[in-house]
């Protein structure tokens, strides 16, 4: 399995509302991350664990809570969203330190914020 | 301050027009750059890794190169399918498996 699986694909929700998102990878990656990524922009970092624990947090609103309860699954948990925050977010993992094969994305959570 | 930029911003070539992408680099302590191609609404496909200036890589119709302050992306006689998002991506030393992107090059082909 060379995938990086993200659930749901869209994901509509109220300024009130609280959802996940999902990401999956069984690669034996020990780094996962979270990215945001407006349109026609490049992704921007929000997340970084290593080894299931948080070690970057690029001072991400506290209304966007990441989870990792394994070394296979990371949750971003989302709760009082604004429009703004409407974009594609992407899970990505990878080796222990960066090697031939780069980073591996998933395929994305496209959010609206209504 | 670390610094990744793409040019151009947009490309439109005709089919079999091959072209260079650019992307140039002020960072410390370079460990490696990665090219991605991203297509509308998903994520990013990994391309490349290039680690040191002079490293050549070919995939298909696609070559990247390494200098020490840039790297070329060039597409060789491109087809429509080669339409998409090019990336890239530095990864440096102390920056704790993080990546930095240029803003990207949106290339366009057609038949």
């Known amino acids: 399995d060379t995938e990086v699986t993200q659930t749901p694909k869209h994901l509509v929700m109220g300024m009130t509302n609280k959802k996940s998102l999902k990401c999956e990878q069984h690669?034996?990656?020990?780094?996962m991350y979270w990215y945001k990524q407006k349109a026609k922009k490049p992704p921007e970092l929000m997340f970084v664990y290593s080894y299931e624990k948080l070690s970057i947090n690029e001072s991400v609103p506290s209304r966007f809570s990441p989870e990792c309860p394994n070394s296979s699954l990371l949750n971003l948990h989302l709760h009082a969203l604004q429009p703004e925050d409407s974009a594609l977010y992407l899970c990505?993992?990878?080796?222990?330190?960066?090697?031939?094969?780069?980073?591996?994305f998933g395929s994305g959570t496209r959010l609206t914020v209504v | 301050e670390d610094q990744v930029t793409q040019s151009p911003e947009a490309l439109r070539l005709q089919e079999g027009e091959s072209s260079s992408l650019n992307c140039s680099y002020t960072?410390?302590?370079?460990?490696?750059l990665f090219w991605y191609r991203q297509d509308p609404g998903k994520g990013p496909e990994f391309l490349f890794t290039?680690?040191?200036a002079g490293e050549e890589k070919e995939k298909e119709r696609l070559k990247a190169t390494l200098t020490k302050k840039e790297s070329f992306l060039h597409i060789t006689a491109p087809k429509p399918e080669d339409s998409a998002t090019y990336l890239c991506a530095v990864y440096m030393k102390g920056a704790g498996n993080k990546l930095t992107f240029g803003g990207g090059t949106r290339v366009l082909v057609k038949p």
């Open positions: 990505a993992s990878s080796q222990d330190l960066a090697g031939n094969y780069g980073y591996t």
């Open positions: 290039l680690y040191s």
């Open positions: 690669m034996g990656h020990r780094a």
């Open positions: 960072v410390s302590g370079l460990r490696g």
